[in-house]
């Protein structure tokens, strides 16, 4: 099926500038880390499963260094790719492996945060992927509601309705734990 | 300012608070080198993320056009598992109910190319962005079982060449308007560079692609439909089912089936599972469009069989149980009566918990466990739960928060928690930092909680 391997290698040049610029690119990278690791956080809610992914987003951008660096805000890629590549992580799990990942033997491992700011982002973390993003995106990054939709590449309606919707399931769900907690 | 804009004050100041918490904590964060390449950067990847991952690009399934035999086409999707290996047994159900989409449509539109001996043999996928979408998941290195990326330029546009986890080849080339991605199972690199070569597609969604360039015997499979949707949009049943209390002493991921039931048609089973694994196929019920899939090679590991059985689609995932037990349990599945389904329902985590896991134990006994401070506790779910079945308790120290769930049938296993089991009642006791020395303090108060659990 197809052509000889030859034609594949006849054809193809590697360009000199994927090797330029790598300074900057750590530059960036040690400016832009902490900030996507908490929008990976925000919507993994596990601190390995964040560094696994903002770093496999930084390896991916360091391969394209040499075209993203001209990009107006290279963050705003970088931000894309772990959005993906968390939604693909998670996505399509179901209740039950989450619930697995939780008591599964190896624990979700949490950043070291005041208690109720760790169940805001545990429960932000368990989300909808589209909702999760979203509320990342306009928090963690403050970002507006249009920049939001930029980013998902959706409307500004699908923003408001996905911000809308976690807001109602993160109110509820603290709602509920006022009422019911602490009787001890 | 907008409903959406205006929010609430108190989720609005409590978001904020989490968010200025999150950017305090991982500033503090030490920040490793820059990555010089993908590999070599990943941690030692969890188990169980592995199996969450391969079961996420497993999920897939052909519906083929052929007409196939309909053995019971019920609309129910409570179905049970009804052989399985000796010594297992159903421990719970659960249903989750459908939420409307909100999105916008896909933003990827993918064609597919096959033979007819689909899903087994070559396989090729093209994907470019539908009109005006920004479908960032076609960027090079958007997906992570990607290796070996080489950047080159072709007919004067670039192209990213790259390894997927199971030896397929992917290709990125770039259009004006964006990438697209054309990614092959069992089909050499020339063919796919062959078709990179002219393709492009533009801002109003349109693919040009010379069609001479598709090998002989591969077609384009309309049909399928291959659109990402988000599972929490449809209704899906699960049942679970483990073995006895003796296999809670294995090393290693405890043994589990999951069996998965959603309508046909709702599209659950994802199109990445083509290019993450090489499925076989299996006769589950007669008729085809079944296979057979085992992550990492091993039938010691996790397999998952998916199938469609008239108007229901069937997913069953197996850890550590080895081929032929899954098939018969797969061939096995029968509709559940509606009292068997909501005796596991009840069974399951989402079931009302006996007791208010807040009142199992006091601050004090706490305390004194583990001469720590410890303040109140509060109702929390585990993470893919709806019911409160977890108390949480702030506590000084690197342990920073103790948990106690309470559960019905068989407890997951934890390494460094500790469980105490009493009749169909389990409590979990566990850490957000658990170590050694806390298991022992763990099992301790496990104790005292189950007994409080089951008076």
């Known amino acids: 099926m197809g052509g000889a391997s030859d034609e594949l290698s006849a054809e193809i040049t590697i360009p000199d500038r994927a090797v330029v610029r790598v300074s900057d690119f750590e530059r960036f990278f040690n400016q832009s880390y902490t900030r996507i690791l908490a929008v990976a956080y925000a919507v993994t809610g596990d601190r390995g499963h964040a560094e696994d992914i903002v770093q496999e987003a930084f390896a991916a951008t360091h391969r394209r260094w040499a075209t993203v660096a001209t990009y107006d805000d290279p963050q705003a890629w970088v931000r894309r790719l772990v959005l993906n590549k968390a939604s693909s992580r998670w996505k399509r799990i179901g209740r039950e492996a989450r619930a697995l990942a939780r008591f599964g033997s190896q624990a979700t491992v949490a950043l070291d945060l005041p208690l109720r700011s760790a169940q805001f982002w545990a429960a932000v973390a368990a989300l909808p992927a589209r909702q999760a993003a979203a509320v990342a995106l306009f928090y963690v990054e403050d970002l507006s509601v249009v920049d939001v939709a930029k980013e998902l590449g959706c409307s500004v309606g699908t923003v408001k309705t996905h911000l809308s919707r976690a807001r109602h399931t993160l109110r509820a769900q603290f709602e509920r734990t006022q009422e019911h907690g602490g009787d001890t | 300012m907008t409903d959406v804009e205006r929010a609430d004050f108190d989720l609005d100041g409590l978001a904020r608070e989490a968010t200025a918490s999150l950017h305090a904590s991982t500033s503090n964060l030490p920040i490793p080198m820059a990555p010089h390449s993908s590999r070599g950067w990943r941690r030692p990847t969890f188990a169980i993320a592995t199996v969450v991952v391969v079961i996420v690009g497993l999920t897939f399934i052909v519906r083929r056009h052929e007409s196939t035999p309909s053995i019971n086409s019920s609309p129910s999707l409570h179905w049970l598992v009804t052989d399985l290996p000796s010594g297992w047994s ?37 994907e470019w962005a539908a009109a005006g979408k920004a479908a960032t998941s076609l960027q090079p290195g958007s997906y992570s079982d990607e290796t070996g990326s080489v950047d080159s330029v072709v007919n004067g546009r670039d192209l990213v060449t790259a390894t997927t986890a199971v030896g397929g080849r992917v290709i990125y080339v770039e259009s004006p308007d964006g990438w697209i991605r054309i990614r092959g199972r069992r089909v050499d690199d020339a063919t796919l560079t062959a078709i990179s070569r002219d393709v492009t597609a533009n801002t109003a969604g349109q693919l040009t692609l010379n069609a001479d360039v598709i090998p002989p015997g591969m077609s384009e499979r309309p049909g399928w439909m291959l659109e990402e949707v988000d599972p929490q949009i449809e209704p899906v049943a699960y049942s679970r089912y483990l073995p006895g209390p003796d296999a809670a002493s294995v090393q290693g991921p405890r043994p589990f089936i999951n069996l998965e039931v959603r309508p046909a048609g709702s599209s659950v089973f994802a199109w990445l599972g083509l290019f993450a694994e090489t499925p076989q196929p299996v006769a589950v019920a007669g008729g085809g469009g079944h296979f057979i899939a085992h992550i990492g090679g091993s039938e010691s590991s996790t397999a998952v069989v998916a199938w469609t059985r008239g108007s229901t689609e069937f997913l069953l995932t197996g850890e550590r149980v080895d081929r032929s037990a899954l098939l018969a349990a797969a061939r096995s599945v029968r509709v559940a009566s509606a009292r068997q389904w909501q005796q596991l329902v009840d069974a399951g985590p989402n079931a009302k918990p006996a007791r208010n896991p807040c009142s199992l134990l006091t601050v004090e006994q706490i305390a004194t466990a583990t001469g720590l401070s410890v303040q109140p506790g509060t109702l929390a779910q585990a993470i893919g739960e709806t019911a409160f079945n977890m108390c949480t308790y702030a506590v000084t120290g690197p342990l920073t928060t103790i948990f106690v769930y309470v559960g019905h049938g068989q407890p997951p296993a934890g390494s460094l928690e500790a469980t105490e089991t009493r009749g169909e009642v389990f409590v979990t006791i566990g850490a957000q930092h658990p170590n050694a020395a806390f298991t022992p303090i763990a099992r301790q108060l496990a104790h005292i909680a189950v007994a409080a659990a089951t008076d």
């Open chain 2, 90 to 126: 159903a421990t719970s159900a659960d249903d989750i109910a459908p939420q409307p989409s909100v999105s916008d449509g896909a933003s990827v539109q993918t064609k597919i190319f096959a033979t007819d001996a689909a899903p087994v043999g070559p396989i090729i996928s093209i």
